[in-house]
Each structure stands twice: as structure tokens, then as C-alpha cells.
């Protein structure tokens, strides 16, 4: 046994898959590595490692530590669609690819489940005990604008392709993006909110976009407008939106992703009617994992035969 | 303008719009009849009327001593989708014609919201007042039974086709239904929905249907699966229903309609958190009314053609 994993180093490609902390997601992720064709690294040969995946999304810290126990390193695969975690270690030595729209589709169907839930009133009609009255909207046929062009953006415009919204597209440039009725860029994001039944917040989290949406954002949108966050809370100006919420001046909000995340008990969003929180879970670990595994195997792939890699993070732009 | 009055009632068919009880419905459905060409009678020629429409879903009680106002008549256009409180006054001397078809579309999109609220854990984050676990499951993929293969069902199947679900229906008979997966016969019903993370009642209610999803069904369905009934409560042994909840004999239910409906606030569903009642708004008055118009519209045009009408019911299948 001994020689034949000698052997097998040889002449594979070793590839660490760390840290340990999550062990259903290590197991998934080292198995995804041994069926590209790829061999996990041990701890003692560790050194001669060529590539990392990192199994854990919220242990950053140990992240550097490892690193520099790593001098082959040549690419690294972080785990999640977003990488701000990860951005003072984004080291350009490396090539890093992230997750990023391998988690797009179960999004996107949350941001589906959310639209619904808010124009059709569910958020009235489940803490009911006792029949109300006969309200809802349709989001067949909606104003549907959505902030961001990335993978939530495509599988969504992908989804509703039967239910024919109006479907507008706010870009860093104003492109146009296929599937979409209008496509605007992102100094244009007042005009590309106003007449939106529903606005969806599919960003990636840059200098560039945090607290985009705040007071006056809010006030450019119909009073009866829902507005789905499935980016990151820091896109919003979390006291803003609970004005907005508390006034009138839209019509609700349905938040995956909250600033501050956990979103605390005492936190005056719980205590409104307009507004639904799911607790980030438009990709859960259980739907995540499958679809992770698949990219990382894809990736291993990649990397074994030398071609280009799938989720390239930008470092300078960071994501 | 009363000779003008005279002359067009010489030549044109004259359609009894009735009753008045609903003003907004009474009016849209006047416009539908002027616009496609019809002219609306009035009180004083009533008896010459060769087609009624019906405005109003829930005054049947009136209907016989309309009709029997009105010995010219041929076609009586109903206003609902579902024709049983009209059933004791189908008289086979006319042609009968509902909106079924009509509301087809915003039902089925209420299907999805119900259905992606339950497997989404919308009942459980919705009254929620702190960040809870992060659970869920996806409506993409997932094993879909349609129980009834009329127009809720031909849209549905339409509106999920991009979530690659696998779809079941069950019909009267076992023919192929279009974009469907599989598809069993009534008295499959208990292999049509074992595997079902999501089972939808869109039948008609008849008798044949009536008390079909009893103890034995819901004992046949997987214990994570949600029921979602968009048909008719009657479809339901309302009791077992509430025992197969509260054991978890099935994961949840999302009801648009009830029996008996409105249902009670004092009815123990109103207590269960595996239990989400919407107040029959699959289609409301204002989502439905331009749908209704449409189809009136339609109708009264082939009518004033000699075309066959939109929306037969069969007299004696009562549908």
C-alpha cells in the first residue's frame, strides 16, 4: 500500500483539500478531486501540492497559514459565489476561481419564491388565523428589474422565460443582456427601478455598489414595488429600508441576505409586516454541496488538462 | 336615439347581461358583449335575448326566473371556471358555456407560489422573529403529481418547464398529456402520487373526484411532501387531512380552497404551522375580470358567427 501511494505521487497532480472543520463538505469535495482524476494531497506530502481547495466558507483566517505551507501552488478554488471573505488573501501569485455561478440556479428559484410570496401576500396570508380578504398580485407579466448580470441574473431571465415579464437588466455597462427587455448601466439604476413591480438585488458586493440602494433609491420606486435581495445586505442601507418599509414607500421587501448577517433578534426588520427574511438560504449547504462538487470535479479536470479554469476570480475587481 | 335603439335591435342579437348585483363585473362584461359586436338588451326587450351572460359567481339562486324571462334563449355564458352552485340549473335545452381555461394561468402561477413556499420553508420564516437553520429544498428537479389534466394543469406544465421538474398527471383516462413526464389514470391515483415531493389538486369537483384524498392517499405520499389544492376543498376529507399534519404523515399543505370554505376561524388548520391557507385567490376579482372580459368577448363574437363556443360544459359530467 505504502509503495503504491509512492508511486501514485509520482506521477499524479496533488491537490489539498482543506481545512477539515466541515467534514460532509471535505469528504464531497476530496471525492469530487479523486473522480477528475486528481489525488488529495496527505498531510506529509502536503508540500508538493499544486492546487488547494478550500472545503470551509467561513474560515478564512487559517487561510494565509495554510498557504504558505504550499510553495507548488499554482491555483486555488474557494467555495463560495462570493469571495469578500477572501479578498485580503487574494494573492496574484495564484489563480483563484470561486463558486460563482454554480449556486446561481437554486437562487434564482428563491428569488421566484420570494417575488410570489411578496406580490401574492403570503406574508399576510400565513400568520392568518382566519380567512381575509381576497388580495394578490400576478408576477406573470411584472415589471422585473434585476440589479447585476451574473449567473442569478441568467438563470432567472432563464425561469421566467414562460411568464413574460418585462424584464430590465441594470449592468456596469448598459450592453444589452440576452433574455432581457432593457438593459441599463449602473448610473442609470433610478431610471431602471421606477416602474419595477419588483426589483431583484442579484450583485456581486463591491466598493461600487454597497449602499447603492438607500433613501433615495427607495423613493424612486412604485409604492407597491417588493424589492428581493439575494446579493448581500451591505448593497442596502439597512436603516433606509426599514423607513421605507415603516412609510409606505414601497410595498415590501423580501431579504436573504441581511447587513448585519445573522440578522439580531432585537432588530426592528423582524417586527414588519412587509418584510420577509430567510435566513441566506437561496443555496443551502444540502442543495450547494452536489452542485459544488460538480464544478470543483469540472475544475480538477480543467487544471489536470492544462485548459482554461471555470469561475476565474478578477482580483482587482474582487469577484 | 330611440328610433336608432329600434333599428339596431332589428338586426342585431340581443344578450342579456345579469345580474346587476356585482357593478364593476356587470359593466365589464357589457363592454365585452358591445365590443365583440353584440348589443346589450335592455329590461324592455329582454325577451327577445338569444344569449345571457351571468355576472355574478354567487347569485345562482335568481338564475331560473331569469331564464324563464327569456324564451329566445340559446347559449348561457357562466362566469367561473368550476359550475357546481349552477349544476341543478343546467337545463339541456341550452348551451351551457363557463370560463374554465380562463383563469387558468394566474392559478397555476399561485401553484408555484404555494409550492415553493412550502418546500422553500416560507410557513416556518415568515412569522419567524429571529435568523433560524438554514433548510429548504428545491421545486427544480422535483417529482411534481397534477391531480386533474384541464387548463391549471396544461399552463403549469407550461410555467415549470424551465425547472426540469418530472411531472405526473392523472386523468380519467391514461392518454399522454402534453409536456407531461407521466401520466396515470383516477384509479392510479395512489402510484401517481408515491413518489411526489408536490402533489396539485386541479381537478373539477365531481362526484367521482369528490373525498378522493382521504387517510390512504395521504398514507401513499411521502412524509416531506406538500399537498398544494387549488381545485375544490371538496376534493379532501378535511379531518384527515388535519390527522395526516399533525402526525406528519405528509410534510405540509398549501390551500387556496377549503371545505368547508371560508374555512372557520375556529378550524383547528388555522393552529398548524404545516398549513398555509391562502383565501381562494389563485385568480381574484381583479386578476380574473380582464380574463373574464377576454373570454366573454371571444364568445360573443363566435356566437354572433355561428362558431362553436369556447368553454362547453358537459351537462352530464357536469364540467
Not at 108 to 132: C, K, N, Q, Y
Request: contains cysteine; aromatic residues 6%.
Amino acid at each position: 500500500m505504502a509503495a503504491a501511494t509512492i508511486y501514485s505521487c509520482a506521477v499524479s497532480t496533488l491537490i489539498a483539500v482543506a481545512p477539515e472543520s466541515l467534514p460532509a463538505m471535505h469528504r464531497g469535495l476530496c471525492d469530487a478531486v479523486t473522480r477528475a482524476g486528481g489525488v488529495v494531497a496527505s498531510e506529509t506530502d502536503l508540500e508538493q501540492a499544486e492546487a488547494l481547495v478550500w472545503a470551509d466558507p467561513a474560515a478564512a483566517e487559517h487561510f494565509t497559514a495554510l498557504i504558505n505551507r504550499l510553495p507548488a501552488l499554482k491555483w486555488v478554488q474557494l467555495p463560495y459565489a462570493g469571495v469578500e471573505t477572501f479578498t485580503d488573501h487574494l494573492d496574484p501569485r495564484f489563480t483563484f476561481t470561486c463558486a460563482k455561478g454554480t449556486y446561481a440556479l437554486p437562487v434564482a428559484e428563491h428569488v421566484i419564491a420570494l417575488a410570489l410570496a411578496g406580490l401574492r401576500d403570503l406574508h399576510t396570508f400565513v400568520p392568518a388565523t382566519s380567512w381575509g380578504d381576497r388580495t394578490g398580485r400576478n408576477l406573470l407579466g411584472a415589471n422585473v428589474t434585476v440589479l447585476g448580470a451574473g449567473g442569478i441574473t441568467t438563470e432567472l431571465v432563464r425561469l421566467l422565460e414562460p411568464w413574460r415579464c418585462n424584464i430590465s437588466v441594470v449592468r456596469r455597462s448598459n450592453d444589452p443582456f440576452p433574455g432581457a427587455d432593457r438593459t441599463f448601466a449602473t448610473n442609470e439604476l433610478r431610471q431602471a427601478i421606477s416602474a419595477a413591480d419588483v426589483v431583484v438585488v442579484a450583485w456581486a458586493l463591491t466598493d461600487e455598489t454597497a449602499g447603492l440602494l438607500d433613501a433615495s433609491a427607495f423613493a424612486a420606486m412604485k409604492h407597491d414595488a417588493w424589492l428581493v435581495n439575494v446579493g448581500r445586505g451591505g448593497h442596502l442601507v439597512t436603516d433606509h429600508l426599514v423607513a421605507a418599509l415603516e412609510t409606505g414607500t414601497i410595498g415590501g421587501a423580501a431579504l436573504d441576505v441581511t447587513d448585519p448577517e445573522p440578522l439580531p433578534a432585537t432588530h426592528r426588520l423582524w417586527q414588519l409586516d412587509n418584510c420577509i427574511i430567510t435566513p441566506h438560504v437561496g443555496n443551502t449547504a444540502e442543495m450547494g454541496l452536489p452542485l459544488l462538487m460538480q464544478r470543483v470535479e469540472d475544475n480538477v479536470r480543467r487544471f489536470l488538462q492544462n485548459q482554461e479554469l471555470v469561475g476565474l476570480v478578477d482580483i482587482e475587481a474582487g469577484y
